[in-house]
């Protein structure tokens, strides 16, 4: 059975603006993990991608990452229902994680 994780918006973010995608995509392979997403979480790192100052630190259009982050994970749907997170914006990671068992 493959490890289950979930990866932060902020480290998807780091991959993507410092074009190191490609190294984040080799460690995928390397690494055999099975790697999660929710709506919630593409649309978190749409949103963060589409900030002013990150938008021309970018050699590919915004939807071309996020095409590349739904193909390297699992879309699953969560139900809202955790809200102990000390960032309450963060909540649905944790559902995400408690679904999947990661």
């Known amino acids: 059975m ?3 994780i979930v990866i932060d918006t902020n480290i998807w973010v780091s991959y993507f603006i ?3 995608a490609d190294y984040l995509v080799s460690w995928i392979i390397d690494h ?3 790697i999660y997403t929710s709506d919630e979480l593409v649309d978190e ?3 963060v991608l589409l900030r002013p100052e990150f938008k021309k630190q970018f050699p590919f259009p915004v939807k071309d990452f996020i095409h590349l982050h739904k193909q390297l994970c699992t879309i699953v749907k969560i139900t809202r229902q955790y809200n102990l997170a000390p ?3 963060d909540n649905f990671l944790f559902d995400l994680c408690k679904k999947n068992k990661c």
């Open 87 to 89: 960032d309450p914006d």
């Open 2 to 4: 493959l490890p289950k």
């Open 32 to 34: 055999p993990v099975e």
């Open 45 to 47: 790192i749409e949103e």
């Open 18 to 20: 410092n074009a190191r």
